[in-house]
């Protein structure tokens, strides 16, 4: 895998590499995190989520890491495919109703063949 | 699933018209939704939240004159930038929020705005 320093703009890997996207936020009392996938054009898409409660969520071929302490949020994407290229974002909120998501700066994917 | 629907995705107006983007949860009535702005190569930006039947609340540097924000009914909020310049030209974002399932939030496709 490849690991990137917190807020890399850019990524750029190998088709089947591990990818290991980093987002530090900002708001302590945020307790429900969310990366989201943007193609270009396109509205973001939901990936994965985590609650405060957890340090680890996993899905399908993606796993999210949050360390409260340091504020730090991670997606990794097991055997990245040239279909995982997009801009990824996390997002943080308070989980109650009607609270807005607040989006970090991105970080833009690229997997070559 | 839930879908959230945003028409136009994309507009191009004249500088100084104005330009109105709708928001319509399908499938689900959302008490609150959310409008974002999306610069190119830039993060989305909380523009203004809008509760149904109630004043939208705007993010801190956002004009509430110049971007109308209309909330009338459980299904549709609607985005009004009035007065359009150049420099509003933007991807615009609405989200819904599904308080039905733990305040899931879902997210249209955007629209474009294009001020010429």
């Known amino acids: 895998g490849e690991s990137v320093g917190l807020h890399l703009p850019t990524l750029s890997v190998q088709e089947g590499d591990n990818s290991i996207i980093n987002c530090a936020y900002s708001?302590?009392?945020?307790?429900?995190f969310i990366w989201y996938k943007q193609e270009s054009g396109k509205g973001p898409q939901f990936i994965i989520d985590?609650?405060?409660?957890?340090d680890k969520r996993q899905g399908q071929r993606v796993t999210v890491l949050l360390n409260k302490t340091v504020k730090h949020l991670s997606l990794q994407i097991a055997a990245t495919q040239p279909g995982d290229s997009a801009v990824y974002f996390c997002?943080?909120?308070?989980?109650?109703?009607?609270?807005?998501?607040?989006f970090g700066k991105g970080t833009t994917l690229s997997v070559s063949s | 699933g839930a879908v959230v629907s945003q028409h136009p995705s994309r507009v191009i107006c004249k500088s100084g018209t104005s330009v109105k983007i709708e928001c319509r949860s399908l499938?689900?009535?959302?008490?609150?939704m959310f409008w974002y702005r999306q610069f190119p190569k830039q993060s989305l930006m909380l523009m203004a939240t809008?509760?149904?039947?109630?004043?939208?609340?705007?993010e801190q540097g956002v004009e509430k004159d110049k971007f109308l924000i209309n909330h009338a009914s459980l299904t549709l909020s609607t985005l009004t930038v009035t007065s359009a310049h150049p420099e509003d030209s933007s991807f615009y974002i609405c989200?819904?929020?599904?308080?039905?399932?733990?305040?899931?939030?879902?997210f249209g496709e955007g629209s474009w705005l294009t001020v010429v």
């Open positions: 989200s819904a929020s599904l308080q039905a399932k733990g305040n899931t939030i879902y």
């Open positions: 708001n302590s009392a945020s307790d429900y």
């Open positions: 985590i609650r405060s409660n957890m």
């Open positions: 997002a943080e909120n308070i989980d109650q109703a009607g609270t807005a998501l607040i």
């Open positions: 499938d689900f009535q959302a008490t609150t």
């Open positions: 809008s509760n149904e039947g109630s004043k939208a609340t705007y």
